[in-house]
Each structure stands twice: as structure tokens, then as C-alpha cells.
């Protein structure tokens, strides 16, 4: 049996930093990458970052020189290091296993807030 579980969420006022993590207990495989993704109430699910198994990574423009993405693939976790936060971060932030030919893995999701 697989879980994601994901922490590092929380309360920070603007500018600040956090850093989420993605633990996944038991063996997946099939990894083609791991990444985040946020939702805010009211509006669709978007990717903030991906990061191959190979080392690739990819950001939403929105993100991009702020966020940083990195795994730890002997381990099935995933990192997000959140610098210079802003209030249009604040959303829920969830965990993706993007698995090859085979169904997806979600996180539970962990709550950033940014205050201003």
C-alpha cells in the first residue's frame, strides 16, 4: 500500500519562505516524476513544478525564480522550497506521483497561507 504524506505548510506573511515535502511510504513504481500542484478556493487545480527522474524540472511562470523543486528519488520524496512568498501563493498544495503507464498518486494535500 502506497501514502503520500505531505508537510511543511503553514502561516507566513509575505516574503517569507517555506518548504513543503512529499514522503511516499512503500514501493511505486513506474515514476516518471514527481511534482506540486495548488489549488485556492474557487479555481481550477494548476501545476506549480515538476521534476523528472532524471533531474528535469519545470515551473509555472508564476513561480519561476522563486520555487524550487528537488527529489530524492532513492527515498519517493519530493521537495518544494517556497522563497520570497506572496499572497497569490495561498492555496492548497498537493503532492503528484506521475507514474508511466499506470494510475497517478495524489498527496492529501498541505495548506500554504501567505499573508500580506
Known amino acids: 500500500q502506497v501514502q503520500l504524506v505531505e508537510s511543511g505548510g503553514g502561516l507566513v506573511q509575505a516574503g517569507g519562505s517555506l518548504r513543503l515535502s512529499c514522503a511516499a511510504s512503500g514501493v511505486i513504481f513506474r515514476i516518471n516524476a514527481m511534482g506540486w500542484y495548488r489549488q485556492a478556493p474557487g479555481k481550477q487545480r494548476e501545476l506549480v513544478a515538476t521534476?523528472?527522474?532524471?533531474?528535469?524540472?519545470n515551473y509555472a511562470d508564476s513561480v519561476k525564480g522563486r520555487f524550487t523543486i528537488s527529489r530524492d528519488n532513492a527515498k519517493n520524496t519530493v521537495y518544494l522550497q517556497m522563497n520570497n512568498l506572496k499572497p497569490e501563493d495561498t492555496a492548497v498544495y498537493y503532492c503528484?506521483?506521475?507514474?508511466?503507464?499506470?494510475?497517478?498518486?495524489w498527496g492529501q494535500g498541505t495548506q500554504v497561507t501567505v499573508s500580506s
Open positions: 503528484l506521483v506521475d507514474r508511466l503507464s499506470a494510475p497517478n498518486y
Open positions: 521534476i523528472t527522474t532524471g533531474g528535469r524540472t
